[in-house]
């Protein structure tokens, strides 16, 4: 291949890797195409369709008219298109389920490539100048009634029968908005036996519809009148003081930080109807004086407060501590808290535990959580960044959203500021009400450190609970300081054998969240909510030189690289001379991380980057090989894997940004993610090198171990 046809597919490569939702919308036309070709149609049985456009979810559904019983009505926002196929899909989802009554789609927005991605097109080619693009997706989550009522996150299109129309109508009374409409329907779906709402409501995870303001991107429409709405009528958002709460809180030598914790409780929540439970597992005789102390003191300067001190050694085991203090509350909710929380002296953050409440009293829910922020590094920065605002299930396993991002203005559709349905919730900071705590079973003991929380709330989720995310309720979180970070091998190693016990007991939940779509990254942790569009790099590498029967070539390098190592070990300045001849001084290799993941498939997950200085790295072939052993007679113990291209924008800026006079090129595409099945290698300790034009270079400090 020449140099040109090399470039050429570099560009290729380059672009499709800086727009990966527009490599995912080529796998939906794909699909949908299969299916309806270019179908503007009714559907299979030939549901009829009416159109209706709409220009706000506060229009008034007074010009709509009368509804005709079995038709189908489709709601679509006035400033952008639908998809060719888009009626002949909500037709077949009407007509391949006799229980929908709503039926709603993803969307996203249309704009120049340098407005949606960031890109220049003259960077690419002439083909891509004056286009124009679609981006900025918005993959929603199935029904989510706590959601719809902090915002219209149904959007720009959505289907209801005609029957349930007119009904909703005489419900409402008047002329209502087509939000109020709306959420007649879904609240009256919600009322059904619990096997009915989930069929009812209808999410379709199909981009159909594309909007043409891109000012409009992560919109949080109607959310400042939408919570008044509900509340008008449905009452849902009280503010009564009368229901008791339990405040449980474990801790262990650790009376500092209860301290801190207690001092902020007492000072300045503002909700009162509250009693503690402090439970110890074991602190020693001068921290438990400590604390003993510290607790009588509270009582005396807050009169008729009730606190309760639990103390019995054992090891630690948080879901036995929470049940403990569980079993001695009084209150009618339960509020499970760590002991290195901090509630915030703001008007906001006052209100914490009220805005917990106004969802923990209605009857649909189960737990109920906080926005937790780390600590700030400095007193003069008022932007916290955010710990935790969620438990997103992905296919990796359990993971905090938003995690470390700074909480300033929109993150995806509001999830940092909207109160949002969410398939878990961190124990850190949990309130639910004591009966459904009890019926759950409580937390599941045989989950000491980890999970214990998305074990309780997956167990609600199957009981028809929605666990909600408040991010109204914000408090500071010294994440993890009573039992230390999980960073230690044999931590790690625990974590993924209680993740494993997880989905064993919760099959059904396995690599599935109904209030994380399933267009979303799945296979590495996403604080972003990004497009999961799988690249070659994403995918399980297959190796290429399975050990014995290796070519002569490949023998060649490697007797290449024991030669060199051999001289390298004898006379420096000859190792020199010979890099400097044979290019080995221009090879570049960095291993980041080697990591062990665990979701379909027990994998190893090699990442890092490799180039060559003062060329043009467009097109130059790579390959990863895992060595058992070091002498040439150990060929065979080679396992080689080709590494596909990856974006690494850091390497560039790097590599190429030292002037233009730089002859090192096209670099970009110079990282390295290899993932490779463990149960596709023997047992042993191997060394990762990577050959790059023809020469293969080691990381000495990185291996890999599979026993």
Known sequence: MGNLEKRKQYRQE??????????????????????????????????????????????????????????????????????DCARAVFADVFSENASAVLVYADEDYEGTLEALYGEK??????????????GAPWFKPDFSPHTLASFFYIGSVFAIRGDVLQEALSRCGGKPSIYELVYTVCMEALSENSEAWSARIVHVPWVLYTNHCLADAGRTEGAGEIPALCSARGGQRTHAETDKITIVIPSRDN???????????????????????????GSDAGQRAHITQMLDALKRA????????????????????????????AGEYLLFLNDDTEVMDTETGRMWLSRMMEYARMPHVGAVGAKLYYPNDSEKNDCYRIQHAGITNMAIGPAHKLGGMVDTGCLYHGHNTQNYDMLAVTAACMLIKKSTFEAAGGFDESFPVAYNDVALCFRLYQQEYFNVQ?????????????????????????????KQRLYEKYPSLRARDPFYSPNLVQWKRDVEYNTGYLYDFDRLAQP???????????????RQYNFRKRLCATCRTAAKLYDRLTGYDRLMLCIDSVTSQSDDVERIVIEGWSAVRDVDNAGISRALWLIRGGQERDFGKVYAFDIAPKLREDVAELLE?????????????????????????????YSIGVVLQGRLVCCLEKYVEIS
């Open 121 to 134: 097109a003259k960077a690419f080619d002439d083909a891509h100048t004056g286009a124009v693009y679609r």
């Open 255 to 281: 009376a500092e930080v209860l301290r801190r914790c207690l001092q902020t409780l007492t000072q300045y929540t503002a909700y009162s109807s509250y009693e503690i439970v402090v439970v110890d597992n």
């Open 302 to 329: 807050h009169t008729g407060l009730v606190v309760r001190y639990l103390y019995r050694e054992a090891a630690f085991n948080f879901s036995a501590m929470c049940n403990a203090g569980a079993g001695q509350a």
């Open 14 to 83: 380059l672009f499709a890797q800086r727009t990966p939702y527009l490599q995912w919308l080529k796998g939906q036309e794909e699909k949908l195409g299969k299916r309806y070709g270019q179908q503007a149609g009714q559907g299979a049985l030939g549901k009829q369709i009416h159109t209706l456009p709409f220009s706000s979810c506060m229009d008034s559904t007074g010009g709509y008219g009368a509804f005709l019983a079995e038709e189908i009505y489709l709601f679509v926002r006035e400033d952008g298109r639908l998809e």
């Open 544 to 558: 290429v030189l399975p050990g014995a029967g290796s070519g002569r070539t490949e023998r060649s390098i490697f």
């Open 470 to 498: 408040v991010n109204e309720a914000v408090l500071i979180h010294h994440e993890s300081l009573s039992r230390g970070q999980d960073t230690s091998a044999g931590k790690q190693r625990r974590l993924s054998a209680e």
């Open 657 to 685: 940004g030292n002037g233009s006079g730089s002859r090192t090129q096209n670099t970009a595409l110079s990282g390295m993610q290899v993932n490779i099945a463990k149960d596709s290698l023997e047992p042993g300790v």
